[in-house]
């Protein structure tokens, strides 16, 4: 079956109005945050990010299928010594426009540089929202399976009495965990904290996604053949992993260099995926890769 790469130059508010009901299987995108990055391609006040953001959340409720997620990259600045709180409203808003926010993943920046400020610590993280427009969604927990790790051959070996029952959640929550059901297993379900060092060597975007960030939930929520939105694409990360990955994918971005930059990149990658230039030749006919 043919992969198809579309790449849309335009702001997303506008370009999203081109897709399709109900066509896409994953979002993932991290917009600009408020107020940064002025000079590349304009930052939005903390005050307006709200008003701005919700006609294109609203256009992704749109083209986003029933059982897809929405996977929204985001943090708050600091404004005069307090955290800004946009974030917290633009959550809020979402739910009032039909969303449901059904996750949310830390993205831990492995590699972040040493600070020092008189009242916080060096910012380590940001957030990964999730958004679905169902409680029911396609999810393949099965593909981000761990390693078990050393950790389980000394605790799973001396295990409790209560460790060897179902041991239901004290608060109600539903969760409930029988540590014994993962004796001698060598995988287990990670958790909802990602450990990734942030892109050092993408040079052509000052924000890039580490290629892991998108291909752990590309991996998570979609299949071979499924589609993948980014509409901030920036240099493209979420495109090229997606298209690795055999998925069809999506691309929107307001600066006609990084979508420029984006389509020369794509082909390279296709190339260095098969072994010879032959086996390249016979499958690049099945590939499209579009700029509108
Ligand atoms: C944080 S960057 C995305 C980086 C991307 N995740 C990557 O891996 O390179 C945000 C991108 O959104 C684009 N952008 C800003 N406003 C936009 C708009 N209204 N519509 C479409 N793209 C926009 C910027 O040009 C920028 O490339």
Same mark, same amino acid.
């Given at each position: 079956?043919?992969?198809?790469?579309?790449?849309?130059?335009?702001?997303?508010?506008?370009?999203?109005?081109?897709?399709?009901?109900?066509?896409?299987?994953?979002?993932?995108?991290?917009?600009?945050?408020?107020?940064?990055?002025?000079?590349?391609?304009?930052?939005?006040?903390?005050? *307006?990010?709200?008003?701005? /953001?919700?006609?294109?959340?609203?256009?992704? @409720?749109?083209?986003? &299928?029933?059982?897809? #997620?929405? +996977?929204?990259?985001?943090?708050?600045?600091?404004?005069?010594?307090?955290?800004?709180?946009?974030?917290?409203?633009?959550?809020?808003?979402?739910?009032?426009?039909?969303?449901?926010?059904?996750?949310?993943?830390?993205?831990?920046?492995?590699?972040?540089?040493?600070?020092?400020?008189?009242?916080?610590?060096?910012?380590?993280?940001?957030?990964?929202?999730?958004?679905?427009?169902?409680?029911?969604?396609?999810?393949?927990?099965?593909?981000?399976?761990?390693?078990?790790?050393?950790?389980?051959?000394?605790?799973?070996?001396?295990?409790?009495?209560?460790?060897?029952?179902?041991?239901?959640? *004290?608060?109600?929550?539903? /969760?409930?965990?029988?540590?014994?059901?993962? @004796?001698?297993?060598? &995988?287990?379900?990670? #958790?909802? +904290?990602?450990?990734?060092?942030?892109?050092?060597?993408?040079?052509?975007?000052?924000?890039?996604?580490?290629?892991?960030?998108?291909?752990?939930?590309?991996?998570?929520?979609?299949?071979?053949?499924?589609?993948?939105?980014?509409?901030?694409?920036?240099?493209?990360?979420?495109?090229?992993?997606?298209?690795?990955?055999?998925?069809?994918?999506?691309?929107?971005?307001?600066?006609?260099?990084?979508?420029?930059?984006?389509?020369?990149?794509?082909?390279?990658?296709?190339?260095?995926?098969?072994?010879?230039?032959?086996?390249?030749?016979?499958?690049?006919?099945?590939?499209?890769?579009?700029?509108?």
């Amino acid at each position: 079956m043919e992969i198809t790469t579309d790449i849309y130059l335009g702001d997303s508010k506008e370009q999203l109005k081109l897709l399709p009901n109900n066509s896409v299987d994953l979002i993932v995108t991290s917009p600009p945050y408020a107020d940064q990055r002025k000079n590349t391609y304009g930052g939005i006040h903390h005050d *307006k990010y709200v008003d701005w /953001f919700l006609p294109i959340s609203e256009q992704l @409720l749109r083209v986003l &299928k029933p059982t897809g #997620t929405f +996977v929204l990259n985001i943090k708050e600045k600091v404004v005069e010594g307090e955290r800004s709180i946009y974030v917290i409203e633009l959550i809020l808003e979402m739910r009032k426009q039909g969303w449901l926010w059904t996750e949310e993943f830390i993205w831990h920046k492995k590699n972040c540089y040493p600070g020092k400020w008189p009242n916080r610590f060096r910012d380590a993280w940001e957030r990964l929202l999730q958004f679905n427009k169902n409680r029911k969604f396609n999810m393949y927990q099965e593909e981000v399976m761990v390693p078990m790790g050393e950790w389980a051959n000394s605790r799973l070996k001396n295990l409790s009495e209560t460790d060897k029952t179902r041991d239901n959640s *004290k608060v109600g929550s539903g /969760f409930g965990k029988n540590i014994s059901n993962w @004796l001698y297993r060598d &995988k287990a379900y990670p #958790t909802n +904290v990602l450990h990734l060092a942030t892109e050092c060597n993408n040079k052509n975007h000052s924000a890039a996604f580490p290629e892991e960030l998108p291909e752990w939930f590309i991996k998570l929520f979609t299949k071979e053949n499924d589609m993948v939105l980014d509409p901030f694409m920036g240099s493209g990360t979420t495109l090229i992993v997606a298209n690795r990955m055999r998925r069809n994918s999506i691309g929107i971005d307001i600066v006609p260099e990084y979508c420029e930059m984006v389509k020369k990149q794509l082909r390279p990658v296709e190339l260095y995926l098969f072994e010879s230039k032959a086996v390249y030749e016979a499958v690049k006919l099945k590939r499209r890769i579009t700029v509108r």
